[in-house]
């Protein structure tokens, strides 16, 4: 049985939580210093004990996931590197904060840094992981047995997993944007509101079967020579449309790197 604690309790470790709600070889506890009292959760997921209460329970842990905001990175494991062995296992969330970092700050424990984003708690998507050379064959085999459902893509560098911060953490709220704001322009042209996202929800799903076998050869087929497919691309081009979605990844990953920067 893997004795697994969680520190935070935002929107991704909900979703790990929904990952891991049938996962019967863990003993989970969460730790969110928001919470003043033990909290029962069974009406969301099995019975998991939540509490603010991060000495009484931290020593036990084989794994610790730190979910929290990389701002209050430094304080948490501060406060917690007393309680940990050289046997501990850290998996970090935190964005832009570098495994060399988490060493100065707990110097004995072996530290994974993980990349994911809220699609886990469907049981789908790709995790991003970068381990330092403390984890043996052994520990990964049970860090995979946490995620069994997922796809763990290791990476060799801090500078990767930044990168797919951006991309893979960053990403599902990126594309919502997109969808929505296609969403609300259809609405715009004299549709409902409801009308408007079943098109949007059903042209996706159609079209993302296509893009995977086609890719944007789906443009050279619809648009025929100086007809309306024509033009409408030709806009977003001329309006820089693939430039404004660049600078969402582009700017996602500055922050990263100055949120690095920030943290001594």
């Known amino acids: 049985m893997t004795i697994l604690t969680i520190i935070g309790f935002g929107n991704i470790a909900h979703s790990i939580l929904k990952n891991l709600r049938s996962n019967n070889q ?3 506890t969460i730790i969110s210093r928001s919470i003043s009292r033990p909290v029962d ?3 969301r997921y099995t019975y998991i004990p939540i509490t603010g209460d991060i000495e009484a329970e931290i020593n036990h842990s084989n794994i610790i996931i730190l979910a929290i905001k990389p701002l209050t990175a430094k304080e948490v494991c501060l406060q917690i590197r007393d309680y940990l062995t050289d046997e501990t296992i850290i998996l970090s969330l935190c964005a832009g904060i570098n495994i060399n970092k988490l060493h100065l700050w707990l110097p004995k424990v072996k530290i994974v840094r993980l990349m994911m984003n809220i699609l886990i708690e469907k049981s789908n998507g790709i995790v991003s992981v970068l381990s330092d050379q403390r984890i043996n064959d052994t520990d990964w085999e049970i860090i995979k047995s946490i995620f069994p459902s997922l796809s763990l893509c290791e990476v060799s560098n801090d500078k990767d997993i930044d990168r797919d911060t951006a991309v893979i953490g960053c990403g599902p709220a990126f594309l919502t944007q997109l969808i ?3 969403v609300k322009t259809i ?6 509101e409801k009308k408007s996202k079943d098109l949007v929800i059903n042209m996706l799903k159609e079209v993302i079967v296509l893009y995977d076998k086609e890719g944007d050869n789906i443009i050279t087929r619809v648009a025929s020579k100086g007809g309306a ?5 030709r806009s977003f081009r001329e309006n820089k449309g693939e430039e404004i979605i660049f600078a969402m990844f582009d700017h996602a990953l500055k922050r990263i790197t100055e949120i690095s920067n920030l943290i001594e």
Do not use: R
């Not at 609405?187 to 409902?192: A, C, E, N, V």
């Not at 497919?229 to 691309?233: A, D, K, L, P, Q």
């Open 26 to 28: 863990l003993q989970i």
């Open 41 to 43: 959760l069974t009406d």
């Open 180 to 182: 929505d704001s296609s």
């Open 187 to 192: 609405t715009k042209l004299g549709y409902s």
């Open 229 to 233: 497919t024509e033009h409408g691309i």
